[in-house]
């Protein structure tokens, strides 16, 4: 509080000085903040889009798979996808954006990755769909899982930004302005109190020295 301040010009200089990088630190943070939730809305946008393709896509596999269910029985199912899946190859990466670190996940796996990895002898063709559908639905469950990471990451960092903002524009800002004002004034009451006890001085010697001409001029005239 101002109260708690040490009245000096020295104070006042160096609280003058912090006001300015505050000021100055409350601009870029602002800056940073409006920035990155348009990153955020952008990502937003793309996440959305991702998961109602995605969704639009697993329901026609779920339905793929129920209807082989039905042909072929769900022991049947089991014993064909009991085979040895084809590795899954993709590259994990880091990308920043406004100062936060956000994954990156790239699908490498080729063609390959949606062969089927059983024969087709004894399973329905429903199976055989359902299984290219969803291997071939990797890529975008993948790209899926690294834009809503970089959503969680953003609104994280955005909620920090937010409150640093909030902190120095209704704490530190104004506590700062607050004993600037404080130590302004009571510089300029110490600067008016030695005003006065200046002019007083003054007074009181301009007195003195009256009294002591008429004193030398009343010895003259005995």
Known sequence: MATQVNPT???????????????????????????????????????????????KALQGVSTRFAMAKAQMGALRISEALLYPAR?????????????????????????????IPYAFTFTSSSLDNAVVEL????????ELAEVEKTCNLLADEIEKTRRRVNALEYVMIPEMQ??????????AENERASTVRLMKAKDMMAAQEAKAQAERAAKRAV
Do not use: C, W
């Not at 990308?95 to 062969?115: L, Q, R, Y």
């Open 135 to 142: 291997s071939a639905l990797l890529p975008k469950l993948l």
């Open 178 to 187: 607050t004993n600037i004002k404080f130590i302004t004034m009571k510089l």
């Open 9 to 55: 010009r020295m104070e006042l200089t160096r609280l003058k000085k912090r006001l300015v990088t505050a000021v100055r630190g409350h601009k870029l943070l602002k800056d940073k903040r409006d920035e990155m939730v348009r990153q955020f809305m952008l990502h937003i946008r793309r996440n959305h889009a991702l998961r109602l393709e995605v969704e």
């Open 87 to 115: 590795a899954a190859v993709y590259e994990v990466g880091m990308h920043n954006v406004m100062s936060v670190d956000v994954p990156t996940i790239k699908f490498t796996g080729g063609e390959e990755a949606t062969e």
